[in-house]
């Protein structure tokens, strides 16, 4: 089997948008949430959001914007910083040796509610020729190889808030095989509207922390009241080592492991105990060939809700043997709010860049620690630590779990 390694990385997030800028903002702990300014959200019992601000005439001309959802917009930006940041030109992946796996858990929302009112107000007939298009998930992975002539494997994860890190374990299996030499990876979207905000807000999943955004989201705080909602994408460039080392590329980390799991239990609700979850990193321990002891680093799902932080904390004991023996824990989302299908790419980004540059993202807003979660959360303040081993998991409705191994690369 070939060994694959991460050689370029494309965050679009509410805290930075590009490798440095977002490592700046984990290492300032900085809030990405604020009062919704996409749409009027007054009349909605949840009113904020992790926005990001960008300027999208740097990345796609006026026309092509238009015809593209909004989150087909955020994986071109992503996939344009990650190969800029490989030091990969078009012409260098260009071709049949470089593929796609980049998912979206929900897809074209803002295209679907937006044509859902011409076809109810006016006609069918009258909705956009470009409907379909723009509102199927794939397209996302469909666009990043047309923008550069990938004619390599392609594929599309959808497994809600796994699809990013299943793109990114997809892409290393074909990798893997030696079906391609070149993976652009990891997920995508774009939930910040009514009928995003709004179908969370009625399921009571969302924080209603409205006059207090920049601490709404709490992950393992005793007071958390539910997850904030993020737009945003995160794509990485997987290359096989020996094609990475041929062209001198800048190696962050080596993927050594991936697994999935099904909790087989509920539409929403974790596995009581995290037992879903404890069996995909078991496996992906397994997959890595590495021991529990050997990790010390974990990025976690860790969506500030009740349910997924103490059943991940359960999981993550039964799979380390308690808090003494468990490595440092902490969730970006704290920062970045949760980006659904995009968080397996954006967190795996985080943990890659933690390996290289031996600091610890921190856990922001965790002003009150929950006695039932006993894990070092890494509060408040990133921290300078080389690590060898690192892991990024992510679960989802639908009980479907994804973790990723990755060890440092020198």
């Known amino acids: 089997m070939k060994r694959v390694v991460v050689t370029g990385v494309g965050p679009v997030t509410s805290i930075g948008v590009g490798a440095d800028a977002f490592l700046e903002g984990q290492r300032e ?67 049949e040796r470089t593929g796609t796996s980049v998912g979206s858990g929900i897809g074209g929302l803002t295209t ?102 920049a601490t709404a989201s709490r992950p393992f705080s005793k007071d958390r009241d539910g997850f904030v909602a993020g737009e945003g994408a995160g794509i990485v460039v997987l290359e096989e080592l020996e094609h990475a080392k041929a062209r001198g590329a800048r190696i962050y980390a080596e993927v050594i492991g991936y697994a999935t799991s099904a909790d087989a239990y509920h539409i929403t609700a974790p596995a009581p105990g995290g037992t879903g979850a404890a069996r995909c990193l078991t496996w992906s321990l397994n997959d890595a060939g590495v021991n529990a002891a050997d990790v010390g680093y974990l990025n976690a799902h860790g969506t500030s809700t009740p349910a997924n932080d103490l059943n991940e904390t359960l999981a993550i004991k039964t799979v380390f043997g308690g808090p003494d023996q468990a490595p440092p824990v902490s969730s970006t989302k704290s920062m970045t709010g949760h980006t659904l299908g ?61 973790a990723l191994v990755f060890r440092r690369f020198a």
């Not at 007054?42 to 959802?69: F, Q």
């Not at 709004?198 to 207090?212: E, I, Q």
Request: hydrophobic fraction near 40%; aromatic fraction near 6%.
């Open 112 to 213: 679907w509610e937006k044509e859902s009112r011409v076809r109810f107000e006016r006609s069918p007939m009258r909705m956009s020729p470009f409907f379909i298009p723009m509102l199927i998930a794939n397209m996302a992975s469909g666009h990043v190889a047309m923008r550069y002539g990938l004619t390599g494997p392609s594929t599309s994860v959808v497994t809600a808030c796994a699809t990013g890190s299943g793109s990114i374990g997809d892409a290393y299996r074909i990798l893997q095989r030696g079906e391609a030499d070149v993976m652009l990876a990891g997920g995508t979207e774009a939930p910040i509207n009514p009928m995003g905000i709004g179908g969370f807000a009625v399921m009571k999943a969302l924080s209603t922390r409205n006059d207090d955004p």
């Open 342 to 402: 995009a968080a397996g790419g954006i967190e795996a980004i985080a943990t890659v860049q933690a390996l290289h540059d031996g600091v610890l993202p921190p856990t922001r807003n965790l002003f009150e620690p929950d006695p039932e979660l006993d894990l070092d959360y890494i509060p408040h303040e990133p921290r300078e630590t080389q690590v060898e081993v690192a892991i990024s998991q992510n679960f989802a409705f639908g009980g479907q779990n994804a």
């Open 29 to 95: 702990a900085r809030n990405g949430i604020r009062t919704i300014t996409h749409f009027d959200a007054s009349d909605l019992s949840v009113r904020i959001g992790g926005e990001i601000d960008i300027d999208l005439s740097a990345y796609l001309d006026r026309k092509e914007a238009k015809r593209l959802d909004r989150f087909v917009h955020l994986a071109l930006v992503g996939a344009d910083l990650a190969l800029a940041d490989a030091g990969l030109s078009a012409d260098d992946v260009a071709g």
